[in-house]
């Protein structure tokens, strides 16, 4: 019976080596995800991983003191218990800023693949137009504004020859204003 084999039994525990195999092909997963991936934060499996481990800690030893102080307890515990409560919402808090850069990274890494593949097929296309003999078209907009001097304008009025009509009150549109 080997070591191994001999605490197994006096701990009454099963001997299972599937674990550390799963755990080691979930490390190599994150190696390989992590060397992919063009903006990386190399430990952040074990930095989630330990900021969820303090925060839980810390909450089971605020319920503790939250216990003792309802039962009365000496003025330094309520200080404990306000200050291991700033320590749990800075401990989220944090743990929010590494989930939030992770998908601030993952989002950039995106964004400059979708420009990538943009580029590439602009560049497709104008090789493909200029194998058919064809120029690449352009497109020109022309916005064309006149300037007239009040007498131009006067001008171009007189030329239309509008007729001259006198509009009455009556004639004006009704407008409910209330």
Same mark, same amino acid.
């Given at each position: 019976?080997? =070591?191994?084999?001999?605490? !197994?039994?006096?701990?009454?525990?099963?001997?299972? +080596?599937?674990? =550390?195999?799963?755990?080691?092909? $979930?490390?190599?997963?994150?190696?390989?995800?992590? !060397?992919?991936?063009?903006?990386?934060?190399?430990?952040?499996?074990?930095? $989630?991983?330990?900021?969820?481990?303090?925060?839980?800690?810390?909450?089971?030893?605020?319920?503790?003191?939250?216990?003792?102080?309802?039962?009365?307890?000496?003025? $330094?515990?309520? +200080?404990?218990?306000?200050?291991?409560?700033?320590?749990? !919402?800075?401990?989220?808090?944090?743990?929010?800023?590494?989930?939030?850069?992770?998908?601030?990274?993952?989002?950039?890494?995106?964004?400059?693949?979708? $420009?990538?593949?943009?580029?590439?097929?602009?560049?497709?296309?104008? !090789?493909?137009?200029? &194998? &058919?003999?064809?120029?690449?078209?352009?497109? &020109?907009?022309?916005?064309?504004?006149?300037?007239?001097?009040?007498?131009?304008?006067? &001008?171009?009025?007189?030329?239309?020859?509008?007729?001259?009509?006198?509009?009455?009150?009556?004639?004006?549109?009704?407008?409910?204003?209330?």
């Amino acid at each position: 019976m080997s =070591v191994n084999e001999i605490l !197994a039994d006096t701990f009454d525990i099963d001997l299972s +080596e599937k674990q =550390v195999e799963d755990t080691s092909a $979930r490390i190599q997963e994150i190696k390989k995800d992590v !060397a992919n991936q063009k903006y990386t934060l190399e430990d952040k499996e074990y930095i $989630r991983t330990e900021l969820q481990s303090l925060i839980e800690l810390n909450r089971t030893v605020l319920e503790t003191l939250g216990e003792q102080c309802k039962l009365g307890a000496p003025p $330094r515990m309520y +200080e404990v218990f306000s200050t291991l409560s700033n320590s749990v !919402a800075a401990n989220l808090m944090d743990l929010a800023k590494l989930n939030q850069t992770i998908t601030d990274y993952q989002v950039k890494e995106t964004d400059e693949n979708l $420009r990538v593949a943009t580029l590439d097929a602009r560049q497709k296309q104008i !090789a493909h137009q200029s &194998n &058919n003999g064809q120029v690449p078209q352009s497109v &020109n907009v022309q916005n064309n504004t006149y300037n007239f001097t009040s007498n131009e304008m006067l &001008n171009m009025l007189k030329q239309l020859n509008l007729t001259k009509e006198v509009t009455n009150v009556e004639d004006l549109p009704k407008f409910d204003l209330h």
